[in-house]
């Protein structure tokens, strides 16, 4: 009788350890899809604001050379897609919208730039936060 009672908590005891040992694993998956998430995100941030900023630093090279300038048209760069778009303003100063696309993302940057002084200076920079893209 007593090897019975013995048989019986030993299963007990697996079958108790199994539980704990599943409930373990389920909150370590948990953990590691939050951090693996934020990081995808980290990286596609990083990866949007090194493409915006790469077109306007084209686009502001190429308004150095040519004050006339007028874009980059949408071109593949690495991962992702840019494309500048220059609009002349009043008293020599022009606005400058930058698209980054990568993947199901995109984000904009606007700037405005006075070429007065025979140089492009940055007046204003606004960032977009990346956002879902519709067109893919």
């Known amino acids: ?7 019986g908590f030993s299963l007990m005891l697996v079958i108790f350890m199994i539980l704990i040992l599943g409930l373990a694993i ?7 899809s939050s951090r693996v998430g934020a990081y995808r995100q980290q990286s596609r941030r ?3 604001r090194a493409l915006g900023d790469g077109a306007m630093a084209a686009t ?3 308004l150095s050379a040519q004050p006339f300038y007028r874009g980059l048209p949408e071109e593949r760069l690495g991962e992702g897609k840019i494309s ?3 609009s002349p ?7 400058v919208s930058t698209t ?3 993947p199901g993302w ?12 025979g140089q492009p200076v940055v007046t204003t920079w606004l960032r977009t936060p990346p956002r879902r893209d519709g067109a893919g």
């Open 26 to 32: 389920g909150l370590l998956h948990g953990l590691l």
């Open 100 to 102: 980054a696309r990568i």
């Open 89 to 95: 303003r009043p008293h020599h100063t022009v606005h």
């Open 1 to 7: 009788m007593r090897r019975r009672a013995e048989r």
């Open 60 to 62: 502001l090279a190429h």
């Open 46 to 48: 990083a990866t949007l």
């Open 84 to 86: 500048t778009d220059v």
């Open 106 to 117: 995109i984000q904009h940057i606007e700037a405005d730039v006075d070429l007065a002084a």
